[in-house]
């Protein structure tokens, strides 16, 4: 079964890091790109970050670019979102997904429950 | 840029109803990258449909998606209890990853 599971997530002030973490299992780590995507309160979905299977490649947002590094490390099954300079504005549930291995119908085939990031003085 | 408007913004039907969903692009985009998700409240995502019109794995007969070019609809055919949350579309082009603003249906 695939599972993604989030950490890291808490209360920060404004102009402070964080790292979040994704632990996945189930599947082939390495053979799968990942992403981040983030949902304000009462808002919708907002695309983040995404890093190909190797991790060579990496895309960001505009709003987070330059602020958030995206990584992974395919011994360990895990994928991470370091963020830094944060702000209110990314006050948001964080979730890990999976990109469905066919490139020619992308789309995210699985999801994590979420780690929620406040970011307030 | 591509964006993509939901409509309606809220939807309110009662059980054993059809509901309609619109997901419209603001340009012609593939069909092969159009998604829509489903999203209860406090749970996170989950696929419904990828490449406009296919079903993921363990999502019921009653869910359809169908459309191309700019127009792409997601059908209930006839509402559940379950079925009551938030629908997103979601396509992927060259600016990656985009979202429409999604659509709550709820129980009238």
């Known amino acids: 079964e695939v599972q993604l599971l989030e950490s890291g997530g808490g209360l920060v002030q404004p102009g402070g890091s964080l790292r979040l973490s994704c632990a996945a299992s189930?599947?082939?780590?390495?053979?799968?790109?990942l992403t981040w995507v983030r949902q304000a309160p009462g808002k919708g979905l907002e695309w983040v970050s995404s890093?190909?299977?190797?991790?060579?490649?990496?895309y960001y947002a505009s709003s987070v670019k330059g602020r958030f590094t995206i990584s992974r490390d395919n011994p360990k099954n895990t994928l991470y979102l370091q963020m830094n300079g944060l702000r209110a504005e990314d006050t948001a549930v964080y979730y890990c997904?999976?990109?469905?291995?066919?490139?020619?119908?992308?789309?995210?085939?699985?999801w994590g429950q979420g780690t929620l990031v406040p970011v307030s003085s | 840029e591509i964006v993509l408007t939901q409509s309606p913004g809220t939807l309110s039907l009662s059980p054993g109803e059809r509901a309609t969903l619109s997901c419209r692009a603001s340009q012609i985009i593939s069909s092969s990258y159009l998604a829509w998700y489903q999203q209860k409240p406090g749970q996170a995502p989950r696929l419904l449909i990828f490449?406009?019109?296919s079903r993921a794995t363990g999502v019921p007969d009653t869910f359809s998606g169908s459309g191309s070019g700019t127009d792409f609809t997601l059908t209930i055919s006839r509402l559940e209890p379950e079925d009551f949350a938030v629908y997103h579309c979601?396509?992927?082009?060259?600016?990656?990853?985009?979202f429409g603003q999604g659509t709550k249906v709820e129980i009238k």
């Open positions: 979601q396509y992927f082009g060259t600016t990656l990853w985009t």
């Open positions: 189930g599947f082939t780590f390495n053979n799968y790109a």
């Open positions: 997904t999976r990109i469905h291995s066919n490139p020619s119908l992308p789309h995210f085939d699985y």
């Open positions: 890093i190909s299977a190797s991790g060579g490649t990496t």
């Open positions: 490449g406009a019109s």
